[in-house]
Each structure stands twice: as C-alpha cells, then as structure tokens.
C-alpha cells in the first residue's frame, strides 16, 4: 500500500510569492493532519481535518496561511504571501479513525525555502 | 498549555542500552507515542502507552506512568542504524503534541 504521499518534495522560492503544498493520505484514513517542523520550534499542528472538514486550525499560524481538504483522497496547504520565516519541513500525516488512540502515519515531508 | 520535556541529545555505545525520559504537563491526556526520526525523514511510529506500565515490542520498551506525568523509552541492543531523534508526544483531543526530541548518537 502506498503510504501518505506529498508533493513537491522541496520548494525554493521567493518572498511575497505563493506557495502550494499538496498531500495524498492513505486511502481509507478518515483524519488528516497538518505539521510544521523547524529548528527552533520543532514540530507543531497547523491543522486537521476529518471527513473532509476543518476541526481544528488554531496552530495556523496566521491568515496568509489557509488549507483545504476538496475530497478525501487530497488536501493543500497555501501559504500567501510566503516570507522567509515560512521556512521549514512541512508534514501530512494521516490516521484511520481518530488522532487520540490511533497512529498517525507521516508523508516525506516538504522541504520549504523561502528567499 | 502543554509542556513537554526530554533531554536534547544522549550517546551511547553499539550494543548498549539507552533510555530516554519524557515528562510532561498537559492540559489533557489520552495517551503517549514514542516516534523516531531518522534525519531528512519523517517521523516513524514506534509505540503508543494508554495505561501505567511497560509495553515491549523487540528491543524496544516504553513506560508509561499518568500519575508523575512520565515516560521514558528503552532501547536494548543498541545498532548504528538506532542513531535518530526520538520523539515523545502527548495526544489529547485527537491532537498530537511533540516533544523537541532527543537526537540519539550511537558510536561503534
């Protein structure tokens, strides 16, 4: 079974410009998980999502920060206007019933710089 | 809030044993994970403690104790490809809360 899968892996761009992060969960998986990982806060929920719908987003850091989840197979996270803070490993993750007693399993991660 | 502890680094010999310790404060609790992460990868599932006392899977053990607020995971027979960062994380209200991980070194 293929597991969470993200695209694209790394992304340079520049400051003001928008960036798109997409993620394919596991087939079946019912949440979906948004996560930020730097240095200096290591990894944080930006948001998830079950069923398709937004439960909880208060790890979003601010407005230019926004993600969807159109249908079960796919989700995104924008970021608009990005800025170099914006820079880290951006994970999707993904678990089959509920966060709390079921495991998350992780995608590759995107790698985001921001000039 | 959630506050959520463990040592920054630790090294240990191939074949050794390891353990590293997680406490935490937090405003819920449903239970504890234990993943690790190789670098430039994601976070792998290790294992998962919803009630006091020890769960063995292989060389690797995880304890849980709710009262003191503790956890710490064990890894027995240490291997080079052991060396990562080990990650304790909370859940409560099926949100995962991470610890900022200890980078485990193993020398030959």
């Known amino acids: 079974d293929a597991g969470v899968i993200q695209s694209p892996r790394h992304e340079v761009t520049e400051m003001g410009q928008e960036v798109t992060l997409r993620c394919k969960p596991i087939?079946?998986?019912?949440?979906l998980f948004w996560y930020r990982q730097t240095m200096m806060r290591g990894l944080e929920l930006l948001i998830y999502f079950n069923n398709n719908v937004p439960i909880d987003d208060s790890g979003m850091p601010e407005d230019r920060f926004s993600a969807k989840m159109p249908n079960a197979s796919f989700s995104t996270l924008k970021i608009q206007p990005s800025e170099p803070r914006d820079s880290a490993v951006y994970f999707c993750?993904?678990?089959?019933?509920?966060?709390?007693?079921?495991?998350?399993?992780f995608g590759p991660g995107t790698r985001l710089t921001v000039l | 809030g959630q506050n959520i502890d463990q040592p920054t680094e630790m090294t240990a010999t191939e074949g050794a044993i390891v353990q590293i310790n997680c406490t935490y404060q937090?405003?819920?609790?449903?239970?504890l994970f234990w993943y690790q992460q190789h670098a430039g990868e994601a976070p792998t599932f290790l294992s998962y403690?919803?009630?006091?006392g020890l769960e063995e899977k292989g060389r690797f053990s995880s304890f849980l104790s709710r009262s003191k607020g503790y956890s710490y995971l064990l890894l027995k027979e240490l291997q080079m490809k052991d060396s990562a960062s080990y990650l304790c994380a909370v859940t409560n209200d099926y949100k995962l809360s991470f610890g900022a991980g200890t980078t485990v070194t193993v020398r030959a």
């Open positions: 937090t405003s819920g609790f449903n239970g």
């Open positions: 993750a993904s678990s089959l019933t509920s966060g709390s007693t079921d495991t998350q399993y």
């Open positions: 087939s079946g998986h019912d949440y």
């Open positions: 403690n919803v009630l006091d």
